[in-house]
């Protein structure tokens, strides 16, 4: 009996221990096919050219070639790049973050006509795909009155185009922030803002020095996407700049690129160059990144 009823309590203990093994294990083959392609792109960087394109090339590199890097560098303006690409993220992160917050808080906390209609549009806009949005962007750039030599009507000239105003502009904030710091203010008690009403503060006030310092999840949520998405955005700033001292680090790797032949190391080096402030970036603030996530997806 004292061997069937120690059996009988042992079994829920080994399954739940059998469910966690084969849970670590999925997991684990999925953080290996996840990370191959960065391991495979840092070894790549790390070869010669004629290793690069030999029949059979081997993982690792037989000549550890660092040089790549400083070769990389010299071939291409990448410090101007890499400013260029800091600049617009860094503009479009505050933009985003301070604009699409105080949008957030008044469709959350503030009640006015309409404000039922604004939020569902904001879900509808997240429904749109990216690039169907090219094109309309690109025209209201171009044709941008009183801009690049053009007139009221916006003729005669190049409007925003080759401008930082084209880079920074457009895209500045995104319905998804707004959609995703509303959700926590919503979650925000009302006393709180009753309480600094009572006290005398003002509207913007309660928005700055009450409710915002009160989601910080949703503050590095938003600010880590919207770094990434700019740092990362390649299409745009190809169609919008044509000067090379206006260029961005993902339209300067091309660099290493032509019609009959391609750099492969120099082309490694300057991405794993371009993806690691990213990396770094989500490796500081991945607590607040996924607090967030999870807290909207409780809701």
């Avoid at 849970?23 to 960087?45: D, G, H, N, R």
């Avoid at 000549?63 to 503009?91: C, E, G, K, M």
């Amino acid at each position: 009996m004292a061997i069937a009823e120690q059996a009988r309590i042992s079994a829920p203990r080994i399954r739940r221990w059998s469910g966690k093994a084969i849970l670590y294990v999925v997991l684990a083959v999925i953080s290996v096919a996840m990370i191959t392609p960065f391991v495979w792109m840092v070894l790549t960087s790390l070869k010669t050219q004629p290793e690069i394109g030999a029949a059979h090339q081997a993982l690792l590199p037989r000549h550890w070639v660092f040089h790549n890097y400083v070769d990389a560098f010299h071939a291409a303006p990448f410090l101007t790049y890499a400013r260029n690409s800091l600049i617009i993220a860094t503009s479009h992160t505050l933009i985003n973050v301070v604009l699409a917050s105080m949008a957030g808080y008044a469709l959350a906390r503030l009640r006015f006509r309409g404000s039922q209609l604004i939020f569902y549009s904001f879900v509808a806009a997240l429904m749109i795909p990216t690039y169907t949005k090219i094109l309309p962007e690109f025209l209201i750039v171009r044709f941008m009155p009183l801009a690049g030599g053009n007139n009221i009507l916006g003729q005669g000239g190049t409007g925003w185009l080759d401008s930082w105003w084209a880079l920074i502009i457009p895209g500045a904030v995104t319905p998804f922030s707004v959609f995703l710091f509303r959700q926590f203010y919503l979650d925000l008690p009302t006393e709180l803002e009753e309480a600094a009403r009572l006290d005398g503060m003002s509207e913007f006030g309660i928005y700055a020095r009450i409710m915002t310092p009160l989601v910080k999840p949703a503050v590095a949520t938003v600010a880590l996407l919207t770094f990434e998405s700019s740092w990362n955005n390649f299409l745009w700033p190809l169609l919008v700049t044509q000067r090379d001292n206006l260029r961005v680090i993902q339209v300067g790797l091309t660099v290493f690129q032509t019609e009959n032949n391609t750099q492969w190391a120099f082309l490694m080096a300057g991405t794993t160059l371009a993806t690691l402030p990213m990396v770094l970036l989500f490796l500081v603030g991945q607590r607040y990144f996924v607090q967030g996530f999870a807290t909207v997806g409780i809701k």
